[in-house]
């Protein structure tokens, strides 16, 4: 699986964007994905998560009730959309494949560790 995020650009404090990542392969809908970014200076974190199916989200406490993740299997691509954006959120985003179920394996789903593929980062500036 290839993945290729997109969307990432500058916007102000208080705006909006919506973050792509487009997969390659006819597998899609057998992986659970994920959305993790890192600052500089700072580790990786995890973002949003959802399972193969689209059922199952969880989100990394500081971006709940502000950015939403889905994923549309038809067209191989998962979605982050993300609003009231703060200058906190600056840093390259990053989407990731998990082979099989959102809660199987070794580690949590929000480890990095957990995911088999990942794309190049897309990044997002938040200016104040």
């Known amino acids: 699986v290839q993945l290729q995020a997109s969307g990432g650009g500058l916007v102000q404090v208080g705006g909006a964007l919506r973050l792509s990542c487009a997969a390659s392969?006819?597998?899609?809908?057998?992986?659970?994905m994920g959305w993790f970014r890192q600052a500089p200076g700072k580790e990786r974190e995890f973002v949003a998560a959802?399972?193969?199916?689209?059922?199952?989200?969880d989100y990394e406490d500081s971006v709940k009730g502000r950015f939403t993740i889905s994923r549309d299997n038809a067209k191989n691509t998962v979605y982050l959309q993300m609003n009231s954006l703060k200058p906190e959120d600056t840093a390259a985003y990053y989407c990731?494949?998990?082979?099989?179920?959102?809660?199987?394996?070794?580690?949590?789903?929000?480890?990095?560790?957990?995911?088999?593929?990942w794309g190049p980062g897309t990044q997002v500036t938040v200016s104040s």
């Open positions: 392969g006819r597998t899609f809908s057998r992986y659970a």
């Open positions: 990731a494949a998990k082979l099989g179920t959102l809660y199987g394996g070794s580690n949590s789903y929000k480890e990095g560790i957990e995911y088999d593929y």
């Open positions: 959802i399972s193969w199916h689209g059922f199952a989200t």
